[in-house]
């Protein structure tokens, strides 16, 4: 279920930007994955 929901926007980020769709999904994923740490990180320090 997981798989088919990262996969559908990888799809569509594709489709959009050719080549270079991996580096920039890269890009979010690490962006995504930073947001959600710091947002534990403050709600874990308050």
């Known amino acids: 279920m997981v798989i088919v929901y990262l996969k559908f926007p990888y799809l569509i980020l594709s489709g959009f ?3 270079h769709s991996e580096i920039y999904l890269f890009l979010v994923v690490l962006g995504l994955l930073r947001y959600f ?7 874990g320090v308050k």
């Open 17 to 19: 930007l050719g080549n």
């Open 37 to 43: 740490l710091e947002l534990l990180f403050l709600n």
